[in-house]
């Protein structure tokens, strides 16, 4: 059992929220209905409780230098208000976490300001990991997961549901807010209004925000938000409908598709890496061998789309066949509630991984057919 619960856990536990442990966390797995919360996010809107995700906040005359030199991308390219997906690997190549990363205004003149944003179960290594690497960088790294909250609004509805919040003066800011992009702007709840981060980034395939929030005031915003939604169909959504959600829009999940024995190769996350980038960065001499070796595109395995073609969905850690012999692992599967047909994520052999492939999932016993098909599996229409 963990031992670790949000800010938020009392608001969970009276919406009926049923709970399971992930990352070491306390969170809420469902309300009602994880296909009423799936389709509400895509249809409407859905109120999420990301606090277990890490902050980490990475300041001074060094910040951008040290970013390059700890994660794979060229973070120093970020440009003020703006956020970049990007890796921290090992020496060796392999995906220690992957991460959201915003630069933020600068605080005094030469001084730079990031947020480094890493998953749950990955925080503190991944804290402890940039401590470590910033030695001889003038640079101060500051966890400050363990009093910040986190809170998402996904969906059609969600740029709607948050203006109700935020001072006509400042609709601008949310109406303008570009995507992978972040904003200090006013909220208003429990009788005042409160400047708060808000980033329009999300984990669901839709438009959405994610706002950064003391802990203290958590609970207060989450009334709300869930107030302020009523009328434009938010309900309350948990991890279910979240991962539902996410493999839809083929997006990896650490520990599932991503570990420290995979590399941003094999994951189909060449791009993120930066080999152009002038500076040297831990992982650097690893992938520069990976890449030209051909791992993920002539060699090895590579991360690839699976439909199914029947009823049954694959699931974590079933085999992947061709032709009777083993040529990989599923690592994320289930029916997809938005286009109702069975979609999977694996790792398979890269001879077999050109779409259109028709290889076979041993779904416990009896094989079933699988397409190999491009990802994501569903993309929202703008």
């Not at 619960?5 to 009276?14: C, D, F, N, R």
């Not at 303008?176 to 972040?182: G, N, P, T, V």
């Not at 094999?266 to 990976?290: N, Y």
Request: charged share 20%.
């Amino acid at each position: 059992m963990s031992e670790n619960y949000t800010a938020l856990y009392e608001q969970h536990k009276k919406a009926g929220a049923s709970f399971t442990d992930f990352g070491g966390w306390q969170m809420p797995l469902k309300y009602e209905s994880e296909l009423a919360e799936h389709h509400a996010v895509r249809k409407s809107a859905g109120l999420f409780d990301l606090s277990h995700m890490g902050e980490v906040w990475v300041s001074g005359p060094d910040a951008a230098a040290f970013l390059d030199y700890a994660l794979v991308g060229k973070l120093s390219a970020i440009a003020e208000g703006k956020a970049k997906y990007s890796l921290i690997c090992n020496t060796d190549g392999g995906i220690i976490d992957d991460l959201i990363t915003y630069r933020r205004p600068s605080p005094e003149e030469g001084v730079d300001k990031y947020l480094v944003v890493p998953n749950a179960g990955n925080a503190k290594v991944v804290a402890a990991a940039l401590r470590k690497r910033a030695a001889g960088f003038d640079v101060v790294v500051d966890d400050a997961s363990a009093e910040t909250s986190l809170i998402a609004v996904q969906g059609p509805n969600a740029e709607a549901i948050l203006l109700t919040l935020v001072p006509a003066d400042q609709h601008a800011l949310v109406t303008e807010l570009k995507y992978y992009a972040a904003v200090e702007v006013g909220l208003t709840f429990d009788g005042g209004t409160q400047d708060l981060l808000l980033a329009r980034t999300g984990y669901t395939g839709e438009d959405g925000f994610e706002i950064y929030v003391p802990n203290l005031d958590a609970p207060g915003l989450w009334e709300a938000l869930l107030e302020a939604g009523d009328g434009h169909g938010l309900i309350p959504a948990g991890l279910a409908a979240r991962d539902s959600l996410r493999l839809e829009a083929g997006m990896p999940l650490y520990g599932n598709e991503l570990s420290t024995h995979v590399n941003a190769y094999t994951a189909g996350l060449g791009p993120v890496v930066s080999l152009a980038k002038e500076s040297d960065f831990v992982g650097r001499e690893a992938l520069t061998s990976i890449k030209a070796a051909g791992v993920g595109s002539v060699l090895g395995q590579k991360l690839v789309g699976l439909k199914g073609t029947g009823r049954r969905a694959a699931r974590g850690h079933y085999s992947v066949l061709k032709d009777g012999s083993l040529i990989g692992e599923v690592t994320s599967g289930q029916p997809s509630p938005t286009l109702g047909y069975p979609v999977a994520l694996a790792y398979i052999d890269v001879e077999h991984s050109e779409p259109g492939t028709i290889v076979e999932v041993d779904l416990r016993g009896k094989s079933e057919p699988f397409e190999v098909v491009p990802l994501p599996f569903y993309k929202r229409q703008k």
